[in-house]
């Protein structure tokens, strides 16, 4: 049974940065793939970047492509996103989800794919 647990929300302007941190508590945090997702009032939660096992294959959603960076530390359990430029719109719950993914060239985009997800961490992004 793997727990995640998020860190890093807050409130920040637009233009800004946060840094979202996501711990694990499997010791074998290198079979699982991981990823970030966001949901807004009203909206489906969605898959915002995801990356596999080594850290070797990485996925973003085109909104965020080229401001948000994700990483991942195994030797710390930890996942990370570095969000830059910050946007009103980018203002949602955002939750880590690991996912038991053997393939290191593809990540996959599904929650359907991740069967253990934290309790999210809120941002709220002022105009």
């Known amino acids: 049974q793997v727990q995640v647990v998020e860190s890093g929300g807050g409130l920040v302007q637009a233009g800004g940065s946060l840094r979202l941190s996501c711990a694990a508590s499997?010791?074998?945090?290198?079979?699982?793939?991981m990823a970030w997702f966001r949901q807004a009032p009203g909206k489906e939660r969605e898959c915002v970047s995801a990356?596999?096992?080594?850290?070797?294959?990485?996925y973003y959603a085109v909104f965020v492509k080229g401001r948000f960076t994700i990483s991942r530390d195994n030797a710390k359990n930890t996942v990370y996103l570095q969000m830059n430029s910050l946007k009103p719109e980018d203002t949602a719950v955002y939750y880590c989800?690991?996912?038991?993914?053997?393939?290191?060239?593809?990540?996959?985009?599904?929650?359907?794919?991740?069967?253990?997800w934290g309790q999210g961490t809120q941002v709220t992004v002022s105009s």
């Open positions: 990356i596999s096992w080594s850290g070797r294959s990485t």
């Open positions: 989800a690991a996912g038991l993914v053997y393939s290191d060239s593809m990540v996959p985009t599904s929650n359907r794919e991740y069967g253990y």
């Open positions: 499997e010791r074998t945090f290198t079979k699982y793939a």
